[in-house]
């Protein structure tokens, strides 16, 4: 299993988004992680699809876009228009799951559910083979810079047992608190795919924070 670092432009200085997103590149980052909040399902307000086109524009690589909002089914046509590689959900925000995953994989998008730390693994049971993609929220969504849940890490390992159970080659994303010092515990653990928002764009070099994420991997490996 390889390691992909998903920086999370929430934490970057929009200002310079250019820059920041190639300085992540630079450093190895794989996809760029778009937070899209609504000021409903989360307390917080931030992206819609313009930032999807823009980043569309400065770089190649997969955008990985995470809405918090609620029926993100309304955006699914719209974020897949402005280039979004990756469309993951919560599944506490609509009623139709299984509908949704399915219409994102025809409009060419990865399809992925998110859960939040309250959040049962047994949800997955039911759409395994629907999901590209599962992302184990690590905090209460809505804000960056929060700590990482220690109950994450069984909870990891327990997503990573109903993917294998079901041969499935869903990618095990994880966000919330990844840090240098708490990322090997959740790649221990059966993730394959780190959102770091703080720990990349809070650093003075970003490209180097990438790598120093994907060396603690690489130490336990
Ligand atoms: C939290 C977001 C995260 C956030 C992570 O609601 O989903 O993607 O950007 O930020 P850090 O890495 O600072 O915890
Ligand atoms: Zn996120």
Redesign the pocket.
Request: proline share 3%; charged share 5%.
């Given at each position: 299993m390889s390691v992909r670092i998903a920086p999370?432009?929430?934490?970057a200085d929009l200002g310079r988004l250019r820059e920041q997103v190639e300085q992540a590149v630079a450093g190895g980052a794989e996809w760029i992680?778009v937070?899209v909040?609504d000021g409903h399902f989360?307390p917080?307000l931030t992206f819609g699809a313009p930032i999807i086109r823009a980043l569309r524009r400065v770089t190649d690589q997969p955008i990985d876009v995470?809405l918090?909002v609620q029926h993100p089914e309304h955006y699914l046509a719209e974020f897949a228009d402005a280039g979004a590689a990756v469309f993951t959900f919560h599944p506490e925000a609509t009623v139709h799951v299984q509908r949704h995953l399915t219409a994102a994989r025809e409009r060419g998008m990865l399809a992925g559910l998110?859960l939040n730390p309250g959040t049962p693994v047994a949800y997955l049971d039911e759409v395994v083979d629907d999901l590209d993609l599962v992302l184990v929220?690590?905090?209460?969504?809505?804000?960056?810079?929060?700590?990482?849940l220690a109950a994450s890490t069984d909870k990891i390992r327990r997503v990573r047992a109903v993917l294998d159970r079901a041969g499935s080659r869903a990618a095990l994303e994880v966000?919330?608190?990844?840090?240098a010092e708490t990322i090997a515990e959740a790649w221990g653990a059966g993730a394959d795919t780190f959102?770091?928002?703080?720990?990349?764009f809070?650093a003075a070099d970003p490209a180097r924070a990438v790598r120093e994420l994907r060396r603690r991997c690489a130490v336990l490996a």
């Open positions: 999370s432009v929430l934490s992680h937070d909040m989360v917080n995470h918090m998110a929220m690590s905090v209460n969504p809505g804000y960056g810079g929060q700590s990482y966000d919330g608190g990844i840090t959102v770091a928002g703080t720990a990349v809070g």
